[in-house]
């Protein structure tokens, strides 16, 4: 039984997009195999029990039958009877309890060991996936899917194994009794399966058609909620945003016409499988046979007993439908998410002789087709400072990023100290390459653990050089609780101060090469100062790759390349380049109008400034 | 029994119908007066298989067909109340949802704009949106109708097998409050473990998308054991308090079903021994057996069903705390401003939780204190200071936000709450730092500036704030979608959009937050061309970061970063004076000369 629900073969939601060459196939359920034997044996205990009491009340009628006609009753059989019903009924509940119980325990266990198992793999993705979306997908897989895995171990599992035992042993008893009421009782078991297969054949376009919707009215809702502002601010606020009005409009519309239609069939599932329905039915029938003395009396009492009760566990499987295709969706999402290949890692790590950086030929594209980095040859020395600039989309960013494995090449090679980084251990090849991204990266944990993020064993003593080389000391001990404040807790900082802290972290590291992401772009421009100080404390002895928007910031710079297109169209220093009269001198030409027109009397105050 | 059902029922039926238009209310109560009478049937049937089993077991055949005639027509008028119910149902859940749905959507054009600011609120929002409000239209169907049938067939089955069988209903009444009573606890500790798991899992749930959004540097960091720690102890904790709270819901309800199942022995003993006593027909035994053994299945699943009215109850308890939101003050007839100045006056303004606080200090904490200028009509006013002094916070104020705890902020003369959201909204074009944008052309996002614009006055607008330049680079230029939030564009760009839609809307006052980001030599040509077009003939006030338009400024406000003004009046004056805008002017030239490495 919980073969079918649980292989990961099973087509819910369409195929599953084959990506990559063969990802390993993936067991969600592996680790709980032993338990869901547990889960299947104490239904199947549990449902036959529950037979157990009905069959006893039969028996007791049978049993009790020649007092009707005022002769004896074998009273010790009837207590007998009395006992064992008496016995089978928390039986039947014992063992339904113990398999619902360990379906729920089950699946605590199954949601605790997935969710650290996709983590492990977020931790090994190639450090491109994680985009401006992958938040969302996050959310979405580890806790949402997961959460829905719930359904399966914890009540798909017992309530299938019910409608299957359930149904079969009572007609094995009936078909043992009196064949032709079992055949009677046949019928709403039958009627229930047909019209449940017409219903769902025809839902089944409709139930992708219900997903859709959703999702419209969910990305309305969303939109709506945060450009909320933005509506209201334009004097919008008092209707309700167009889009929104348009999509629960559009979602009702389809709504409606889709319970309308399964209204129908559903009703007609629920009224002609209803106990009092069936019961008329079977008395009906009872009451015919044994009108021309076919069957005796006491034989059409089995099939009122048990008859009445063989649709209710389908009935339930019925309504748990949804939640069964939501479970389903999530086993192949989250199954989805766990075949995506992670980042190679070295079989034979090598070891880098030095801390160059070296880019040889190399093209990268995002998808096939599309590349946005054509042949760049470039070597940054420890010591050095390398600039890339150029427009935005020109492709600087994602070069910096090549080094750090953020992506990995589609031809050429980037190496450091002789070896190709793919080649390096990734511990290793952190502690060559820092990173000062233009995101801050704070975790809400104490501002100790964000400085010594990377370097759990740094001691406080470091910590604090840290800090007071990125000139957030002062600050820090201004906190409610130095630098035990959690930050987005008892820590506001702003953006400025962030990036301190993560300046401090990386001097913490100390790694020989940083790549130096336009990391005083995002910056409050009012701390500004005190980043450009910690800069360059951090600029010290390094090798440094930056991008840079900036140009004046890197006048100095040993090297500045200029990106265009992917390619590096001029390179050289300051000076050279702008004697080329090139693309450089124009980006320079533009930045320095744009400068002198914030400040057009900089004579002036430069004077005042020293 | 009853009573426990119709307790349960009550609070979750009547907060449902708290929230629904009179209307739809009808309807839902006709609904449950006909899941009701079905229940009713329902039990009936089981009742009327007493007498029929009685004549047909002791061959008395006109009985038999007279009780199956019963039966069959209690069994016909549950087919057509229950083919009425059922569809009913369904069409009720939509018309449920189109009323939350619209109650909702109007709530969220009610509420101030200051509640969505809140960093968690809108994905609470949109979630309730969704999939809670869907859940809560289904409710009816998909737990106010099993609860029903739970509790009235066994209510009927009780008052059909008192008449039957009055000893034998004692025996189940006896039991009644007992039952009633476990339910009782069962639900209050179901809700009790529910919070707590709320709780938990809201942790767990952040702490792995924190661990995501910051894999970039945990990678880089080589040794992340740190943050790994975090989450894995917040995957821990949730493990545990979901094995806790399955055992003690698991714990309940098995205490529920034993007295439920003890209360089936105790009817069967008791039968069996009048039946044998002679006391009790021999039919009408087996009768009340199986109407004993067929009710105590819906009453046993009824425990199950605790989780799924909890749930519901938290999701109507998201709602409630929703609509609970006050809002703030609108006029019964806006007043008139007389002229555009802007003045705050003796403003005093806190955030009322962190959530609401963001970067602008923490919670309950004062951010504006006692705070007055005025921007002069007509002119331009920087606002300037240290990070964290309230800059935003002014100009959320001005565009009705929040009103201040004290103090006035006013518009010509009139204080805004005199002026109402929709006069303000009228009078004042923001534009904020995070612009948003919606997921549209960009055409479509500058002309919510001004819905009935002409192509002309779009045009104009775009090209003011150098849109145009933007949108060649674009793919499909003005028809390219900027994609949810505008992500397609960069934050100087998107600004850009939101200058031209200000333009566009041609407010008298214009309230600009500058972003904060330094912008590349286009956008701060651009940003500071369109500034001047701006400030030609209207109030602006801009929270100003870039170094040209707090120098060019009619007026300088610098802040002192506790919530008062430190200094006011023109950089020239300002300069001369040489206290802390003066200092603040040096820093900020240093800066905007600083080099990575000197040459």
Redesign the interface.
Same mark, same amino acid.
């Given at each position: 039984m919980s073969g079918t629900v649980l292989s990961p073969s099973v087509p819910a939601s369409g195929p599953v997009p084959a990506d990559g060459p063969e990802p390993p196939p993936v067991d969600l359920f592996a680790p709980v195999r032993a338990r869901l034997v547990w889960i299947v044996v104490l239904a199947a205990a549990g449902a036959a029990a529950t037979v157990v009491?009905?069959v006893a009340?039969v028996e007791?009628?049978r049993t +009790?039958?020649p007092?009707?006609g005022g002769q004896p009753?074998d009273?010790a059989r009837?207590?007998w009877i009395?006992a064992i019903?008496?016995i089978a009924?928390?039986l039947s509940?014992a063992a339904a309890?113990g398999s619902?119980?360990v379906g729920?325990?089950t699946?605590?266990?199954l949601?605790?060991e997935v969710?650290?198992r996709m983590?492990d793999l977020?931790?090994r993705?190639p450090?491109g996936w994680?985009g $401006?979306r992958?938040?969302g997908v996050?959310?979405k897989t580890?806790?949402n899917d997961v959460?829905a895995l719930h359904h399966l171990t914890g009540h798909a599992v017992h309530d299938l194994v019910v409608a299957i035992v359930v149904p079969v042993l009572s007609l094995v008893y009936l078909f043992a009794t009196e064949w032709r009421m079992a055949l009677a009782c046949l019928v709403p078991l039958v009627l229930t399966v047909v019209l449940y297969g017409v219903m769902m054949a025809g839902s089944r376009e409709q139930l992708v058609r219900y997903d859709e919707s959703?999702e419209r +009215?969910?990305?309305a809702?969303?939109?709506?909620? =945060? #450009?909320?502002?933005?509506?209201?601010?334009?004097?919008?606020?008092? #209707?309700?945003?167009a #889009?929104?009005?348009r999509e629960?409009g559009r979602?009702?519309q389809f709504?409606?016409g889709w319970?309308?239609e399964?209204?129908?069939m559903?009703?007609v599932i629920?009224?002609a499988t209803?106990?009092?329905?069936v019961?008329?039915w079977l008395?009906?029938v009872?009451?015919w046979l044994?009108?021309d003395g076919t069957v005796a009396?006491?034989d059409?009492?089995p099939a009122?007993?048990l008859g009445?009760?063989l649709t209710?566990p389908l009935l339930q499987l019925g309504?748990t439908g949804q939640a069964m295709r939501t479970a389903l969706q999530a086993r192949d999402s989250v199954t989805r998410f766990l075949a995506q290949p992670a980042q190679s890692l070295p079989a034979r790590p090598v070891a880098p002789r030095d801390s160059t950086a070296e880019f040889t030929g190399v093209s990268f594209a995002y998808e096939a087709d599309r590349e946005v980095l054509h042949d760049v040859t470039l070597t940054c020395r420890p010591g050095t400072?390398t600039?890339l600039v150029g427009p935005?989309?020109s492709g600087k960013s994602t070069l910096a990023r090549l080094l750090?494995r953020?992506h990995d090449v589609t031809e050429g090679g980037v190496s450091v100290g002789g070896a190709d980084v793919r080649e390096i251990a !990734? $511990?290793?090849?952190?502690?060559e390459?820092?990173?000062v991204?233009q995101?801050a990266?704070?975790?809400?944990?104490t501002v100790r *653990?964000n400085i010594?993020?990377?370097?759990?064993g740094a001691d406080d003593d470091a910590v604090e050089r840290a800090a007071r080389a990125a000139r957030i000391h002062d600050r820090i001990l201004r906190l409610p609780r130095g630098y035990d404040s959690v930050v987005g807790? *008892?820590a506001?900082? $702003?953006?400025?101060?962030e990036q301190r802290l993560?300046i401090a972290?990386a001097l913490i590291?100390d790694a020989p090469i940083l790549v130096l992401d336009e990391a005083?772009?995002?910056?409050? !421009? *009012?701390?500004?100062?005190a980043v450009?100080d910690a800069? $360059?404390a951090l600029?010290v002895d390094r090798g440094?790759l930056?991008i840079? =928007?900036?140009l004046?910031?890197?006048?100095?710079?040993d090297a500045v390349l200029v990106l265009d297109g992917g390619r590096i169209v001029e390179r050289g220093t300051?000076?050279e380049l702008l004697a080329l009269r090139g693309r450089y001198r124009d980006?320079w030409e533009?930045?320095e109008?744009?400068?002198s027109?914030?400040?057009p009397d900089t004579a002036g105050? *430069?004077r005042?400034?020293r | 029994m009853s009573a426990a059902g119709t307790t349960a029922l009550r609070t979750l039926v009547g907060r449902l119908l708290a929230l629904v238009p009179p209307a739809v209310g009808r309807r839902l109560r006709i609904l449950v007066t006909l899941f009701v009478a079905c229940a009713v049937?329902?039990g009936?049937?089981?009742v009327l298989?007493v007498p029929?089993?009685t004549a047909? &077991?002791?061959?008395d055949?006109p009985g038999?067909?007279y009780w199956?005639t019963g039966?069959?027509v209690?069994?016909i008028g549950?087919?057509v109340v229950?083919?009425v119910a059922?569809?009913r149902?369904?069409?009720t859940?939509?018309e449920v /949802?189109?009323a939350l749905?619209?109650r909702f %959507?109007?709530r /969220?054009?009610e509420l101030p704009?200051g509640w &969505?600011?809140a960093a968690d609120?809108?994905g609470r929002?949109?979630e309730a949106?969704?999939r809670g409000l869907?859940f809560v239209a289904s409710t009816t169907y998909?737990i106010v109708r099993p609860v029903i049938t739970a509790f009235v067939i066994p209510a009927t089955v009780l008052v059909g097998a008192a008449v039957v069988e009055p000893r034998i209903a004692v025996v189940l009444l006896v039991a009644a409050p007992v039952v009633w009573l476990t339910y009782r606890a069962i639900a209050a500790s179901t809700a009790r473990a529910s919070h707590e798991h709320d709780d938990v899992?809201a942790e767990?749930?952040?702490r792995?998308?924190?661990?995501?959004?910051?894999?970039?540097?945990?990678?880089?960091?080589?040794?992340?054991?740190?943050?790994?720690g975090?989450?894995?102890e917040a995957?821990?904790r949730?493990?545990a308090v979901?094995?806790r709270t399955?055992?003690s819901a698991?714990g309940a309800?098995?205490l529920f079903?034993?007295v439920v199942?003890l209360c089936?022995?105790a009817v069967? @003993?008791f039968g @069996?021994w009048l039946?044998?006593d002679g006391g009790l027909a021999?039919?009408a035994?087996?009768g009340l057996?199986?109407l004993t053994?067929?009710f105590t299945?819906p009453i046993?699943n009824s425990g199950a069903l605790g989780g799924g009215i909890a749930a519901a109850r938290n999701t109507l308890d998201h709602l409630d705390e929703l609509f609970a939101e006050p809002v703030l003050p609108e006029p019964a007839e806006p007043a008139q401003p007389r002229g555009h100045e802007v003045r705050f006056d003796r403003v005093r303004f806190g955030y009322g939780t962190?959530a609401d606080?963001g970067?602008d200090?923490?919670a309950g904490e004062t951010v504006l204190d006692d705070l007055s200028f005025t921007a002069p009509q007509g002119a331009m006013t920087a606002i300037?200071?240290?990070?964290?002094s309230g800059k935003s916070t002014i100009v959320r104020l001005l565009?009705r &936000?929040y009103d201040p705890g004290a103090g006035t902020v006013s518009i010509g003369g009139v204080a805004l709450p005199d002026l109402g959201?929709?006069r303000v909204?009228?009078l004042?074009?923001?534009v904020?730092q995070d612009v948003?944008?919606?997921?549209g052309s960009v055409i479509d996002n500058i002309r /919510?500036?001004r819905?009935d614009a002409t192509d002309e006055q779009l045009a104009a607008a775009s090209r003011h704030a150098r849109v145009d330049e933007i949108v060649d680079?674009l793919p499909d230029g003005w028809d390219t979608a900027v994609g949810?939030?505008g992500?397609l564009l960069?934050g100087g760009e998107r600004q850009r959009v939101a200058i031209a839609?200000a333009l566009l809307?041609d407010a008298p006052i214009v309230v600009l937050d500058e972003a904060?980001?330094?912008l590349?030599?286009?956008n701060?040509?651009a940003v500071?061309r369109s500034l001047d077009e701006l400030r030609r003939d209207r109030t602006v006030v801009v929270v100003a970061?870039? /170094?040209?338009t707090i120098?060019t400024a009619d007026r300088v406000v610098m802040l002192d970063g506790h919530g008062g003004i430190a200094e006011q009046g023109t950089h020239d004056e300002l300069?001369a004076r040489d206290g802390d805008y003066?200092r603040?002017?040096?820093?900020?030239?240093?800066?905007? %000369?600083?080099?990575?490495?000197?040459?």
């Open positions: 009491p009905l009340v007791l009628a +009790l039958w007092a009707l009753v009273t009837v207590w009395v019903a008496a009924l928390p509940f309890w619902i119980m729920h325990l699946d605590a266990r949601q605790s969710r650290t983590v977020l931790g993705l450090l994680f $401006s992958s938040s996050v959310k580890v806790e959460s959703v +009215l969910n990305g809702t969303v939109e709506f909620v =945060h #450009g909320i502002a933005v509506v209201k601010s334009f004097g919008q606020g008092r #209707g309700r945003h #889009g929104y009005q629960t979602f009702l709504y409606r319970m309308n399964t209204s129908v559903q009703t629920e009224v209803a106990p009092v329905v019961l008329v008395a009906a009872g009451t044994t009108g009396p006491v059409i009492l009122l007993v009445l009760g209710a309504y400072v600039a935005s989309g750090p953020f !990734p $511990s290793r090849l952190y502690a390459i820092g990173f991204l995101d990266h704070i975790l809400r944990t *653990d010594r993020l990377a370097r759990p807790e *008892d506001h900082l $702003s953006g400025g101060e993560t972290r590291t005083t772009a995002a910056l409050d !421009p *009012d701390s500004e100062a450009q800069i $360059s600029a440094l930056v840079a =928007h900036r004046h910031t890197i006048t100095g710079a300051h000076e980006l533009r930045h109008r744009a400068r027109a914030g400040s105050t *430069d005042d400034a | 049937l329902q009936l049937g089981f298989l029929f089993l047909l &077991f002791s061959g055949r038999t067909t199956l039966l069959a209690v069994g549950y087919a229950g083919t059922g569809r149902a369904q069409i859940a939509a /949802l189109s749905l619209e %959507g109007d /969220l054009a704009i &969505f600011v609120r809108t929002a949109s949106a969704t869907n998909v899992v767990a749930s952040s792995i998308v924190e661990y995501a959004r910051h894999q970039p540097a945990l990678r880089t960091a080589s040794d992340s054991t740190i943050a790994r975090l989450l894995d995957i821990g949730r493990d979901a094995r399955h055992l698991g309800t098995a079903a034993v199942h089936v022995v069967l @003993v @069996v039946a044998l021999v039919p035994l087996i057996l199986v053994v067929r299945e046993v962190s606080a970067a200090g923490a300037v200071g240290p990070s964290g565009a &936000f959201s929709t909204a009228e004042v074009a923001p904020f948003y944008l919606f997921d /919510l500036g819905p680079r949810e939030g992500v960069s839609r809307k904060t980001s330094a590349d030599a286009e701060d040509e500071g970061h870039r /170094l040209q120098r300069l003066a603040y002017w040096r820093t900020r030239h240093r800066a905007a %000369g600083w080099r990575l490495r000197s040459p």
